[in-house]
């Protein structure tokens, strides 16, 4: 069973930084895709990031430039690096693991408990 665990999540001020971290227990982390998604209260769980093994990234669209996802293969880490916050980003971030790059969330098998971002206006 993959154990995936975020860090990094808090309280900030719209216009602040937050880098968000996720590590991986599983052997072969290079093999597979590594996602972002959020869920804000009383909303569905969304799609925000993904990097493919490769390196290759897709992002949704709100994000607008302000969100960078990168992965150490050596680490076994994925992170997302975001700037400009807003308070509509106030959500529980999830990280997410699964065989192949998309933005569905039932593409992906192994998730972690999330990690809460708070922005304030």
């Known amino acids: 069973q993959v154990q995936l665990e975020e860090s990094g999540g808090g309280l900030v001020q719209a216009g602040g930084s937050l880098r968000l971290s996720c590590t991986a227990s599983?052997?072969?982390?290079?093999?597979?895709?590594m996602a972002w998604f959020r869920q804000a209260p009383g909303k569905e769980r969304e799609f925000v990031a993904v990097?493919?093994?490769?390196?290759?990234?897709y992002y949704s669209d709100y994000t607008d430039s302000r969100f960078t996802v990168s992965r150490d293969n050596v680490k076994n880490m994925v992170y997302l690096q975001m700037n400009n916050l807003k308070p509509e980003d106030t959500a529980v971030y999830y990280c997410?693991?699964?065989?192949?790059?998309?933005?569905?969330?039932?593409?992906?098998?192994?998730w972690g408990q999330g990690t809460q971002v708070t922005v304030s206006s």
């Open positions: 997410a693991q699964g065989p192949v790059v998309a933005t569905s969330e039932s593409q992906y098998v192994s």
């Open positions: 599983a052997r072969a982390f290079s093999n597979y895709a």
């Open positions: 990097i493919s093994p490769t390196g290759g990234t």
